[in-house]
């Protein structure tokens, strides 16, 4: 089991920017994703990238303010958060998909294809 950790959230203003990081125990194979949940509301999917970096999805709700990437040597992948909205609040959870390969990679937006999964960490956008 891979354990993840993110880093950088906190609390800024409305068309702030933020970074997470999310540090892998170990090489993090597979697709890599972040998914968020928001006071009283389910856990969505934000962002996923695949294992070369040669593939990507976003949400409706976050494309053309976020941008994922990973650096595997570093066992490190990043989320960059800019134009925050207050409706960005939420705790953000990265996650690791070892069987989502490119081939499925439709599958990246589901949680349930994720194995390994972070603690979370709370970004807080006020108005």
């Known amino acids: 089991q891979v354990q993840l950790v993110e880093s950088g959230g906190g609390m800024v203003q409305a068309g702030d920017s933020l970074r997470l990081s999310c540090q892998a125990s170990?090489?993090?194979?597979?697709?890599m994703g972040w998914f968020r949940r928001a006071p009283g509301k389910d856990r969505e999917f934000v962002a996923a990238?695949?294992?070369?970096?040669?593939?990507?999805a976003y949400a409706d709700a976050v494309k053309g303010r976020f941008n994922i990437t990973r650096i595997n040597t570093a066992n490190t992948g990043y989320l960059q958060m800019n134009s925050l909205k207050p409706e960005d609040t939420a705790v953000y959870y990265c996650?690791?998909?070892?069987?989502?390969?490119?081939?499925?990679?439709?599958?990246?937006?589901?949680?349930?294809?994720?194995?390994?999964w972070g603690l979370g960490i709370q970004v807080t956008v006020s108005s």
């Open positions: 996650a690791l998909g070892s069987s989502i390969t490119t081939g499925v990679f439709s599958l990246a937006g589901s949680s349930d294809e994720y194995d390994d």
């Open positions: 170990e090489r993090p194979y597979g697709t």
């Open positions: 990238i695949s294992w070369t970096g040669s593939m990507t």
